[in-house]
């Protein structure tokens, strides 16, 4: 963490000192082979085409870096709005530590998730996960515990139905399951390191979520914001048949303080970019511009953000 740090104040330390074509940003991430360092490396290479000199800097998590870009230590972050709307207020993991400067640049397309096993394995729901041996703990990396809680949740179980593997973060999660340790491993559809272990042991089976209301009502639970999606098979790795999944909204955010006229360019970046995002990152396919402006209560918008979508005719007060 104290080596993101020092990179990410040189990053900021270029500073906004002329127009907003001509400076240098930065974009937290999460560690490679995550999805937000996919997603920030492909907004980053937006960014670098559409006129902005951006850099990405990686961290083991959002919950390590959501403070920092509030604080005004770098520009701008990815994550998930459940994440930035807990930071933004200091409740669960950042209870006691409220951001209030945080503000949104633009919703960005989905994440969907799921619980990943061996396909060649015995299980093929998520209720056959019972007593075996499954990763847990995230010290580095909060959000993971209650998005677990919510999937078992689905089918009414609980953490403590499984036998806890211990480990630091998603990447270190699909390490265990590649190693053996776990049955399997939580992660997004569409990122590298479902792809690295879906060739490590020969293929994955992504256990799925029943589509009704009673079992979204027992994720929203442990995870206010999420929704359930249908994902075609071969569309990601472990998709076998056509089946729902938890999703929920992932955003591009920044800091109140952040200059208006550079968060207006990478709004309207991230407007006109959605081909050169999805070149670098294919799940940016599911990205829909016209839907950057929605919910993201108590997390406010951006003034610059707000000025490009006005302009683009998405704002509407």
């Known amino acids: 963490m104290r080596r993101f740090i020092a990179s990410a104040v040189l990053a900021a330390g270029f500073a906004f000192s002329g127009a907003a074509a001509a400076q240098t940003v930065g974009i937290a991430t999460s560690n490679p082979g995550s999805l937000f360092h996919n997603i920030g490396t492909a907004v980053a290479n937006a960014a670098n085409k559409g006129g902005l000199n951006a850099t990405i800097q990686p961290a083991t998590s959002p919950n390590q870096y959501i403070p920092f870009v509030a604080s005004g230590g770098i520009e701008f972050g990815v994550a998930n709005l459940q994440e ?55 010290t580095a990396q909060n959000t993971i515990l209650p998005q677990l809680d919510a999937m078992y949740a689905s089918v009414g179980l609980t953490r403590d139905d499984m036998q806890p593997v211990q480990v630091p973060s998603v990447v270190a999660g699909a390490d265990a399951f590649i190693a053996g340790d776990s049955v399997g491993f939580i992660f997004a559809h569409g990122a590298g390191k479902v792809r690295e272990a879906d060739a490590a042991v020969g293929g994955l089976r992504a256990l799925p979520v029943e589509n009704n209301e009673e079992t979204l009502a027992a994720i929203r639970e442990h995870w206010p914001v999420a929704f359930l999606v249908e994902v075609e098979p071969g569309e990601a790795p472990g998709v076998l048949e056509k089946a729902h999944y938890m999703a929920y909204p992932q955003l591009v955010f920044t800091h109140a303080n952040a200059p208006e006229d550079v968060v207006y360019e990478m709004t309207r970046i991230l407007h006109e970019s959605k081909e050169v995002m999805a070149e670098t990152f294919p799940p940016f396919n599911q990205f829909d511009p016209q839907d950057m402006v929605g919910d993201t209560a108590p997390t406010e918008y951006h003034p610059g953000a707000i000025r490009f979508y006005r302009e683009a005719g998405l704002w509407s007060e």
Request: hydrophobic residues 45%; charged residues 25%; aromatic residues 10%.
């Open 84 to 138: 930035v709307n807990y930071a933004l207020e200091g409740e669960a993991w950042f209870e006691g530590n409220a951001n209030p400067d945080l503000r949104v640049v633009g919703l960005i397309m989905p994440l969907r998730e799921a619980i990943f096993v061996r396909a060649d394995s015995d299980i093929e729901t998520i209720a056959d996960l019972k007593g075996k041996p499954m990763v847990d703990g995230y």
